[in-house]
């Protein structure tokens, strides 16, 4: 068979079968619910050996638009006269003999797991998405379920860290930022970084006391922030003991942590060592590094650092 698309002028005067139609459009969305986790539940129990699929859903199985309508759709459950508890599912089934999608229960067998979903492709058969599980034990006169529906995703949308955003997220939703290489998800309450790869970033920042000999580095992985501290020198006045100094580095907003101070140890020449304590982004000293809890330190002296990391959300 030569190459051929549709719909077309050149291919059968534009008309489409169920098929093509199948083929072309069974990516134009994920097959479930449109809708998230947080809505009411589509399946339910009924009255005595019944459930209910919910009014006003909405959905697509292989391209297939589907609702349940305006009004309750009352599903049947058959009995179970066996000495097991039998596993039911209700699904949303295409039937390519009618190409038509309803919502139907699928019965198990007594003592039995839940059946298997068919999802048959090509142009004939069956394609089941789950919708709940519906527990019937023995002789029941009422059955319980268990929601399963399976959700529409969402697309990633390119974006800038500060433009070009939605400002009405949906639950679920992948941004990618083009300017920061972030990957964040909206977990329904704020965005959450799954992915970032910073450049390594020297926030050396001069100040009075002190002097750089070595650079500090700061890099984030995925929102883990990493610092390697460089080394500085005393350059006027002895430090007392009981003086907190802050140290010239200045952390970037972005990369503070959003509510703990953080600490590490520093070594000080002569063996000794001391404390600095990096404070978080609600500080009014938010972003700078101060040693702490350390011996007189005399001009000249050196204070010689490690690495330290936290978690941060930006």
């Known amino acids: 068979m030569a190459q051929n698309s549709w719909p077309s002028p050149s291919y059968n005067d534009r008309a489409v079968t169920d098929a093509e139609y199948e083929a072309m459009a069974a990516r134009f969305s994920d097959d479930g ?9 589509v399946v339910s129990e009924g009255v005595g050996l019944s459930v209910n699929v919910r009014s006003g859903v909405n959905g697509s199985v292989r391209g297939h638009a589907w609702t349940s309508g305006t009004s309750t759709v009352p599903l049947s459950v058959a009995a179970n006269g066996s000495a097991s508890t039998r596993m039911d599912r209700v699904v949303l089934r295409l039937d390519r003999s009618d190409w038509t999608v309803r919502a139907v229960i699928k019965q ?10 068919t999802q048959q492709t090509g142009t004939t ?5 789950l919708l709940g599980n519906i527990t ?75 002097s750089n ?56 020449t002569g ?20 040693l702490t809890q350390h011996p007189d330190v005399a001009v000249g002296d050196r204070v010689l650092s490690s690495s330290i990391s936290w978690v941060v959300d930006y």
């Open 33 to 41: 619910i449109y809708g998230d986790p947080t809505d009411t539940a």
């Open 108 to 117: 198990g067998s007594p003592g039995g797991s839940v059946p298997t979903l």
């Open 125 to 129: 058969g069956v394609y089941e998405v």
């Open 136 to 210: 019937v034990p023995p002789s029941a006169t009422s059955v319980t379920v268990t929601r399963g529906e399976r959700y529409v995703g969402t697309r990633v949308r390119p974006c800038t860290s500060t433009s070009l955003t939605d400002p009405n997220p949906t639950l679920g939703e992948l941004r990618w930022e083009t300017d920061t290489k972030r990957l964040a998800v909206y977990d329904g309450e704020e965005l959450r970084t799954l992915h970032h790869r910073s450049a390594q970033i020297v926030v050396d920042s001069p100040f009075m006391g002190w």
């Open 213 to 268: 000999e070595t650079a500090s580095v700061l890099e984030a992985r995925n929102g883990v922030v990493c610092l390697r501290l460089g080394s500085f020198q005393r350059g006027s006045r002895l430090l007392g003991y009981d003086t907190n100094s802050r140290l010239p580095v200045l952390i970037p907003a972005a990369y503070r942590h959003p509510n703990r101070d953080q600490f590490g140890i520093v070594y000080i």
């Open 271 to 290: 063996a000794q060592i001391g404390r600095i304590t990096i404070p978080s982004r609600n500080d009014p000293k938010a972003g700078q590094v101060w």
